[in-house]
Nanobody, 121 residues
Framework: QVQLVESGGGSVQAGGSLRLSCAAS?????MSWFREGPGQEREGVAS????????FYAEAVKGRFTISHDNAQKTVYLQMSNLKPEDTARYYC?????????????????WGQGTQVTVSS
């Protein structure tokens, strides 16, 4: 059974940092982070090709977020810096990418339960 378990969320002030982790039951070719803010649709934040470590970032987080992975630990990380109130959302880990856009949530088969990130001004 596929399991994705996120951790590391919390409450921080604007300008602060958090590191999210997603522990998977197995390694996947692509693993991604999505977020869903209050009243908003789920949006892709970052993705990584775990074969060649190539990262992909949404424009809203470029230069502030860094995605990385540890295949030995079957874990993907999202280092978030210079956080803004608009980053407030529930963050989800996704795996089982079926091709197409890495930012399209419907292209993923597996999801974690999410971890809440709240950024106050």
């Amino acid at each position: 059974q596929v399991q994705l378990v996120e951790s590391g969320g919390g409450s921080v002030q604007a300008g602060g940092s958090l590191r999210l982790s997603c522990a998977a039951s197995k390694n996947y070719g692509y693993m991604s982070w999505f977020r869903e803010g209050p009243g908003q649709e789920r949006e892709g934040v970052a993705s990584i090709d775990t074969i060649n470590s190539k990262p992909f970032y949404a424009e809203a987080v470029k230069g502030r977020f860094t995605i990385s992975h540890d295949n030995a630990q079957k874990t993907v990380y999202l280092q978030m810096s210079n956080l803004k109130p608009e980053d407030t959302a529930r963050y989800y880990c996704a795996a089982g990418f079926r091709g197409g856009s890495v930012y399209a949530s419907e292209r993923y088969s597996y999801w974690g339960q999410g971890t809440q990130v709240t950024v106050s001004s």
